[in-house]
């Protein structure tokens, strides 16, 4: 008797896998944004933010009394009357041809020194990072060397080679010195963010026939461009702010603010009705750059957060 053997049933075609959803990307600085979002974060901001004004305002205020109220009163007393307010020490500070020209050496010293220490390390930045050179790793440990050699460390033998040179007192001599000082830590910085650029996007941009020169200028830099301007802040506050090399590299006719207030001080002592428009003037300008570059500069800051 034969057996029967039973065809198993065909089998059923199994349903398809549900689609996966990729993981919504995280956003540059999310955490960082969500703690700064807290009340309590905020508050304490809040808090920092008004001590951190107060002097300011206390130094608008004075600069904007006479010599004869700062003297009798406190600048907060100000407030009550502020019909006592006037610009006439700003006038007067117009006519002080020290203070003016000193203002004027400021800008010519913060500006040139910024843009140079922005370009050239732009471009030995992304050379250490990108192109490749006998002894490239060697040279840019010496940079990152350079970075402990502190400011004095050099101002005698650089001003003695000045002297020699003809640069000692003035401004070219200031600018040079604060160049030299500047790059070590702008190519460090610029060099490990330009690094972090993928290689993909260059090696595609070589392959469309993009020289290093077109790549550097229509891709590197664009990208870069939240670093740079954070270099450019920090550069123009520390120059601007300087007194130290000033006072030792400039003389009477290339001397920045910084050093035109002290002397002030030295030889008026009282003279708050020229200091305080002359300090709240050398503030001012430091505020209104950062504030220009502020939405650039706040990119650089989320983009090396908490990504």
Do not use: C
Not at 56 to 65: E, K, T
Not at 210 to 231: D, K, M
């Amino acid at each position: 008797m034969s057996a029967t053997v039973t065809a198993p049933p065909p089998s059923q075609p199994s349903a398809p896998p549900p689609p996966v959803r990729p993981a919504p990307a995280r956003r540059p600085g999310g955490r960082l944004r969500r703690l700064l979002g807290h009340g309590v974060v905020q508050a304490f901001l809040a808090v920092v933010g008004l001590v951190w004004i107060t002097p300011v305002a206390g130094l608008l205020l004075s600069s904007l009394r006479s010599a004869n109220d700062n003297a009798a009163s406190g600048w907060w007393t100000a407030l009550a009357e502020p019909g006592r307010l006037s610009f006439d020490n700003y006038t007067a500070l117009l006519g002080n041809a020290g203070i003016t020209r000193a203002f004027w050496n400021t800008v010519l010293i913060s500006v040139p020194t910024t843009v140079l220490v922005v370009v050239l390390a732009a471009l030995a930045g992304y050379a250490f990072a990108w192109l490749e050179f006998p002894g490239r790793d060697w040279i840019f440990l010496a940079v990152v060397a350079l970075l402990v050699v502190p400011v004095q460390v050099g101002l005698l033998p650089v001003a003695k080679l000045f002297g020699q040179l003809g640069l000692f007192g003035t401004i070219p001599g200031v600018v040079l010195f604060h160049v030299a000082y500047g790059l070590p830590f702008a190519i460090f910085l610029l060099r490990n963010y330009f690094a972090d650029i993928p290689r993909e996007m260059l090696e595609a941009a070589r392959m469309d026939g993009g020289g290093e020169w077109r790549i550097f200028t229509r891709l590197v830099l664009p990208v870069g461009r939240p670093a740079l301007a954070s270099l450019a802040i920090f550069q123009f506050l520390w120059v601007w702010n300087d007194m130290l090399v000033a006072l030792l590299f400039a003389d009477s006719s290339s001397q920045p603010l910084t050093v035109e207030l002290q002397s002030q001080v030295r030889q008026f002592g009282s003279n708050i009705d020229v200091l305080a428009p002359g300090a709240f003037l050398s503030l001012i300008v430091p505020v209104v750059v950062f504030f220009a570059f502020q939405r650039h500069f706040v990119q650089g800051v989320m983009a090396g957060s908490v990504k």
